[in-house]
């Protein structure tokens, strides 16, 4: 089928800790895990509650929108999201936009040392990091996911052999075993999930992606989405071009959110996996943060770059106009 695009015109645990606001927050690391299953026959089942979780969060959504305009100040939301991949490129810029959105993070982070020279000193009503590693599964215990509602996995890895492979850190592992041991374990009870994938996963074999996955990397990160989208879990999938912009290792959350993008704020989504170009971290991160409050994107897999131009900024209803400016049918993802 066909793609088409809308671009905007306007744009047990252990014994580490991180310091928020003067008090150890703890930093677990879990043992044991549960898994949900197998996912082959639900399709039924995944479409029923799609649908149901869709009204919910419509309402949902409804009433925080209330909210906020009665308040007149900065939000407090009902949202508990579970960021995996919290000090990459993308995942950083997530949390700190969540954060300034009012949102309670839950971070899953490798290195306590990293997490907290990134995050620095936060309020642990808000903010907790939590020392787990996706690609083990014994780490991954429900208790972890207790209160979680949304999750934005932002893991990934190096296409080519690099030193971020060191410590089992390929394809293979983190995009592909990582966000199978996530999804098998998380409850029922999320309501909205969010996988940053790539551009190219079905062109594979095709010039110049069949480079690009000499590897895996493109082959892996679609056996991760196909496992998410039969898990029967609400789903989003973003998959940007080339990453641009940061990632900015050494900033506080403060600069996070004073990060551009230069004059690249545009934005153009497309579906069917036919989009080339760059994507800057800032709109991927945008995009993902976006997601978990628009209904329209559940089930949905979308492609996604930058441009020059203005962009839709944070303006909720831009986004939510280019994500459904191109649905199709299901047959063309």
């Given amino acids: ?5 809308v671009q905007s015109h306007r744009a047990g645990q252990s014994s580490e800790h991180l310091t928020c606001q003067g008090t150890m927050v703890p930093v677990y690391n879990i043992a044991g895990s549960r898994r949900i299953g197998d996912f082959g026959s639900r399709s039924e089942d995944r479409r029923r509650r799609q649908r149901l979780v869709c009204s919910q969060l419509a309402e949902s959504s409804g009433k925080e929108v209330a909210e906020e305009s009665s308040a ?19 995942g950083q810029l ?7 959105r009012g949102h309670s993070v839950r971070a899953i982070i490798r290195n306590p040392e990293k997490g907290k020279a990134l995050f620095g000193d936060q309020d642990p009503q808000q903010f907790q990091a939590h020392i787990a590693d996706t690609r083990q599964q014994e780490v991954l215990a429900p208790s972890l996911f207790e209160g979680v509602t949304h999750v934005i996995c932002c893991t990934g890895t190096t296409a080519f052999p690099s030193k971020r492979w060191d410590g089992d850190n390929g394809p ?6 990582g966000v199978r041991n996530l999804v098998s374990t998380l409850p029922s009870t999320i309501q909205h ?3 940053v994938s790539s551009i190219g996963v079905t062109r594979a074999k095709k010039l110049p992606y069949n480079i690009l996955n000499l590897f895996g990397v493109l082959t892996y990160k679609k056996m991760a989405e196909d496992f998410l989208s039969n898990s029967g879990i609400p789903y989003t999938i973003i998959r940007p071009g080339r990453l ?8 506080d959350l403060n600069t996070l959110l004073q990060a551009t993008s230069g004059t690249r704020h545009d934005v153009i989504i497309d579906q069917g ?3 080339v170009g760059e994507t800057s971290r800032i709109v991927v991160a945008e995009a993902c943060v976006q997601a978990l409050d628009l209904p329209c994107t559940i089930g949905e897999t979308y492609e996604i770059k930058s441009t020059e131009g203005v962009g839709p900024g944070k303006d909720k209803a831009k986004w939510e106009t280019l994500f459904k400016g ?8």
């Fill in 1 to 5: 089928m066909s793609s088409s695009r």
């Fill in 72 to 90: 007149g100040a900065k939000n407090k939301s009902s949202k508990s999201v579970l960021v995996v991949g919290a000090t990459g490129g993308v």
């Fill in 94 to 100: 997530v949390v700190a936009s969540l954060m300034d």
């Fill in 172 to 177: 293979e592992k983190t995009d592909w075993e």
């Fill in 193 to 195: 999930f969010v996988l």
């Fill in 244 to 251: 641009t912009d940061g990632p900015y290792t050494s900033y």
């Fill in 273 to 275: 996996d036919t989009l």
């Fill in 326 to 333: 191109v649905h199709k049918s299901s047959s063309s993802k």
